[in-house]
């Protein structure tokens, strides 16, 4: 089990650059694929970002490559989320999760635990 904590997030103007981190509990972080996904109002959950247990191999959306990069620090039990070039749909709520298996899934299904969410804003 590992309970998932977000933080970073706020409200930016267009163009500017956020960094979310996710802050894991429990002494196995290193066993979990690591994921960012978000919703806006009205619309269903999307994958952002996922990262690989060792930090090799990550996925994003296309809708955010370039312009994302997920990183993790297994020592500090962390993932981050470094947003650059924020665009206006962009604003959601973001969270951050974990799942047990080793692929790096885009499919939020897949995912076991779940952060509460930190919320992102972009003006324009």
Known sequence: QVQLVESGGGLVQAG???RLSCAASGRTFGS?????????PGYEREFVA??????RTTNYADSVKGRFTISRDNAKNTV?????????EDTAVYYCAARTGPL??????SYDYWGQGTQVTVSS
């Open 16 to 18: 500017e650059s956020l």
């Open 32 to 40: 979990y694929v690591m994921g960012w996904f978000r919703q806006a």
């Open 50 to 55: 996922a990262i690989s247990r060792s930090g």
């Open 80 to 88: 981050y989320l470094q947003m650059n070039s924020l665009k206006p």
């Open 104 to 109: 790096v899934s885009i499919d939020y299904r």
